[in-house]
């Protein structure tokens, strides 16, 4: 499998040790990280998620891509899958995204999430799960884009809000190559 898909306008990469400082950045806007914390991460922060991400990468073969821009390769964000936490879903792989400020309101999220979950599926990777917090419309709307499926409304243990669960299940018949 790829290390790497290419877009329009994006470049979804595996994640090096050099983009701790991007992160860090990234991390430090508040609106990155409002919906579930409400709050900027520290840089602590930002290098636990960095091995995190790493770590998946190497016990998995995926995981959470560094979404960058093609057009200078900056950092904008991330998209794909880990390791599910909450809630159980049997079997289910976390899809998730996030992207910088300065990047949304242009289908880039959109762009990301898609070519992500479409490497989910290629891979076998799945069901997907998404958990959106309520208030998070525009991540609403991406769920619904993608063809994911209303499960159920629980709330957060961690952070005691409303989180509305989706699932993405591949449905598509085999391709040849899948056959044996």
């Given amino acids: 499998?790829?290390?790497?898909?290419?877009?329009a306008r994006l470049r979804l990469r595996r994640w090096r040790p050099d983009d701790l400082g991007a992160l860090t950045a990234l991390f430090a806007e508040p609106s990155f990280s409002w919906h579930p914390f409400r709050r900027a991460r520290s840089p602590e922060e930002a290098a636990r998620f960095l091995d995190g991400v790493r770590d998946h990468w190497e016990r998995h073969g995926f995981g959470?891509?560094?979404v960058c821009a093609r057009s200078d390769g900056r950092l904008l964000g991330y998209a794909g899958p880990a390791a599910s936490s909450w809630p159980p879903v049997p079997r289910g792989w976390d899809i998730g995204w996030?992207?910088?400020?300065?990047?949304?309101?242009r289908g880039l999220g959109g762009e990301a999430a898609a070519a992500a979950v479409a490497d989910c599926l290629d891979?076998?990777?799945?069901?997907?799960?998404?958990?959106?917090?309520?208030?998070?419309d525009a991540s609403l709307r991406m769920c619904h884009r993608l063809g994911m499926r209303e499960l159920d409304t629980r709330t957060h243990p961690a952070f005691g809000t409303a989180h509305t669960v989706f699932v993405l299940a591949d449905d598509r018949p085999l391709r040849r190559r899948d056959a044996k």
């Fill in 1 to 7: 499998m790829t290390d790497e898909l290419i877009t």
């Fill in 64 to 66: 959470r891509w560094a």
């Fill in 98 to 105: 996030r992207l910088a400020a300065r990047a949304r309101g």
């Fill in 123 to 136: 891979r076998g990777v799945c069901p997907l799960v998404a958990v959106v917090e309520s208030g998070n």
